[in-house]
């Protein structure tokens, strides 16, 4: 089965002005080690988190992103903490499942379609507001 992330970066533009990119990656494997390296090699990072952004949405990571200089810094108004959330460096924007063993999950999403209707009803938006120095 194909599960779809949302990928959130920032880009340098020609003009050496820049300007948050985002784009869909598609994760096709079975197995959790699979879905790791995914995880690894979409976001070109060594360890990775998962942040509850709501009871909806997860995001997956840089654990590490504070300590690399020039990382972008993004915002969240977040409800869950009641102020806003930083983010540090790309990342990926999944869903939360209930499991067969009652457990939360990070997946992807299963369509565009279902994508794009989570992120409306969460009002999902957020804001670069700097560098890591």
């Known amino acids: 089965m194909t ?3 949302l990928k959130v970066s920032l880009v340098k ?3 050496e002005h820049e300007d948050i990119k985002t784009e869909v990656v598609r994760f096709v494997g079975k197995t959790m080690n699979e879905k ?8 070109g990072i060594r ?3 998962i942040v509850a952004l709501s009871s909806e949405i997860d995001l997956i990571v840089d654990d590490e992103g504070l300590f690399v200089p020039g990382n972008p810094v993004f915002a969240f108004p977040n409800k869950i903490y009641n ?8 990342f990926l924007i999944g ?4 499991n067969d063993e009652l457990d939360v999950e990070t997946v992807g999403f299963e369509t565009m379609e279902e ?14 507001i700097g560098k890591v120095a």
């Open 95 to 98: 869903k939360q499942i209930l």
């Open 3 to 5: 599960e779809i992330y």
């Open 83 to 90: 102020e806003d959330l930083h983010i540090v460096g790309s």
């Open 13 to 15: 533009l020609p003009n």
């Open 47 to 49: 360890t990775f988190d």
């Open 36 to 43: 790791i390296n995914f995880y690894y090699d979409s976001l």
């Open 115 to 128: 994508m794009g209707e989570t992120l409306l009803r969460n009002n999902l938006h957020f804001a670069f």
